[in-house]
């Protein structure tokens, strides 16, 4: 599967910016998805996930309350609504698409397919 991110830009602390992924074929009760992120310097850490099935949704603590994934099915997209930017949330972030069990849905390793990236930089 091919995974297209979009959706990234500048805004000012505590704005809002939505991120999509875009797949080339049907995810859902296929894969589940994730959202990454990689800061300069740092290793690339989970930001949420979305399981192939179900709809259980899982987030780093650090963007709980603040950020949502979602899924439109018919579109084989899914997003990452970003609320309540903060400086720190500054980074490269990616989506990608893996079948792995759930202990590996935080886990960069979970995913097989990655998607190229899209730079979200909040000012302060």
């Known amino acids: 599967v091919q995974l297209q991110a979009s959706g990234g830009g500048l805004v000012q602390a505590g704005g809002s910016l939505r991120l999509s992924c875009e797949a080339s074929?049907?995810?859902?009760?296929?894969?589940?998805m994730g959202w990454f992120r990689q800061a300069p310097g740092k290793e690339r850490e989970f930001v949420a996930a979305l399981r192939r099935n179900g709809g259980f949704t899982y987030y780093a603590e650090s963007v709980k309350d603040r950020f949502t994934i979602s899924r439109d099915n018919a579109k084989n997209t899914v997003y990452l609504q970003m609320n309540n930017l903060k400086p720190e949330d500054t980074a490269l972030y990616y989506c990608?698409?893996?079948?792995?069990?759930?202990?590996?849905?935080?886990?960069?390793?979970?995913?097989?397919?990655w998607g190229q990236g899209t730079q979200v930089t909040v000012s302060s």
């Open positions: 990608a698409a893996g079948q792995a069990v759930l202990s590996a849905i935080r886990t960069r390793g979970g995913y097989k397919y």
């Open positions: 074929e049907r995810t859902f009760n296929v894969y589940n």
